[in-house]
């Protein structure tokens, strides 16, 4: 039997996680991998964990420290472990998240096969003004320079990479869970009832507009309720902000803010029994709340951009808003509006919800991303220069 496959993944928070994007897709992606003679390595933020095992589910970790502030937390995590990595026996160090490019140089010097996720164009996203935006372009060129195998989860983010950096670049996009049935019953301490709220999903950072959201929300004077998961962990300005609107509105009994969600059960069941999922994130790729949307059988009314055109297929699958509250807050009257036709062909709100399970095709099935990530590490391996 051939020796397994050796890799370690820099860059997320840790494994098993529970909540965010980059560590949703690792934990689908591992626990493929292991059945695939691959032995796996995740370097985690010692900070995160108070037990720290060895393993978990035959994946070996290793904790690293790092600086607890939010510009250098996770890059000096990575060089770190960059560094504890070179020294150990890997075949394919596989990184997420742009501003890890430039540790490619380090790991071109030891000789080390390499893949990155790329993610989105971080370098365009408000938080990251001046420097910090400058770092995350030149990041993502680094990337593209020192990387074996540069990943895009997205058609539109391979072309910005090929337009920008002339590097070709792997699309391998993001995947949704397999759906069951969730009761309205695990909505009980929110009060909430199936086709009576609004929904929001992710964290509180200004490129994912939910000011503009909430803005929409209050000025047609729903009956419904507007339902926010998310939060933002380093308690930004814009996050604490938003949490203010919600506490000191005079409808702030419709505005509902359950913070995070860990429990997968519960957010199935808040995609599943929402009257509209509103998705206003604006860079990035395939953003892994639209996918769970689709694949959780909700109506999904989206900002719109390339990104988030490519994956509800033009229309298809969903509909779309401009960036601004009156576009949106238009939107949700028409969707209000429909809801209480009796024509199911005019009830746009039902008919989406659907046709959404359809989006989710192979490309975002966990089983097929799991494969194509295996296949490009592989490929490596076969290069024959380990």
């Known amino acids: 039997m051939d020796r397994p496959l050796k890799i370690s993944i820099i860059g997320v928070k840790g494994y098993p996680y529970v909540y965010g994007g980059y560590e949703t897709l690792i934990k689908e992606l591992v626990e493929r991998l292991i059945h695939k003679n691959v032995q796996i390595t995740v370097y985690c933020h010692r900070s995160l964990f108070k037990e720290r095992p060895v393993s978990y589910q035959n994946v070996q970790l290793v904790y690293m420290p790092s600086i607890e502030l939010k510009a250098f937390t996770q890059l000096v995590h990575s060089f770190l472990s960059t560094i504890h990595a070179c020294f150990q026996k890997n075949d394919v160090l596989f990184y997420v998240n742009a501003a890890n490019g430039p540790l490619g140089i380090i790991t071109r ?46 058609y539109e983010m391979k072309k910005t990479y090929l337009e920008l950096f002339n590097k070709q670049t792997t699309m391998i996009a993001y995947g949704a869970d397999k759906v069951q049935t969730a009761p309205l019953e695990l909505l009980q301490k929110w009060g909430l009832a199936t086709n009576e709220y609004y929904l929001i999903v992710g964290r509180l950072i200004p490129d994912n507009n939910a000011h503009l959201i909430v803005e929409a929300f209050l000025s047609i004077k729903s009956n419904k309720k507007l339902v926010i998961v998310g939060d933002d962990i380093f308690n930004d300005p814009y996050a604490s902000n938003i949490k203010n609107i919600i506490s000191h509105n005079k409808h702030s009994n419709q505005l509902i803010f359950t913070g995070y969600v860990k429990d997968a059960a519960v957010l199935s069941a808040l995609y599943q029994h929402s009257f509209i999922y509103l998705h206003g994130h604006e860079f990035g790729g395939t953003n892994p709340t639209i996918v769970k949307a689709m694949a959780e059988g909700t109506c999904i009314l989206a900002l719109n951009t390339r990104f988030n055109r490519e994956v509800l297929q033009e229309g298809r699958i969903g509909d779309f808003f401009e960036k601004d509250a009156k576009s949106l807050a238009n939107k949700m009257i028409e969707a209000e509006a429909s809801e209480i036709t009796e024509a199911s062909e005019n009830n746009w709100v039902k008919n989406y919800k659907e046709n959404s399970p359809m989006g989710i095709k192979d490309i975002y099935q966990w089983d097929y991303i799991a494969e194509q990530y295996y296949q490009s590490f592989t490929s490596l391996q076969h290069e024959g220069n380990f």
């Open 109 to 154: 010097l030891f000789g080390i096969k390499t893949v990155i996720n790329v993610d989105g164009m971080e370098w365009l996203r408000p938080k990251w003004k001046g420097i910090g935006a400058k770092y995350y372009q030149i990041a993502a060129k680094m990337a593209t320079q020192y990387f074996d195998i540069v990943v895009t989860d997205a």
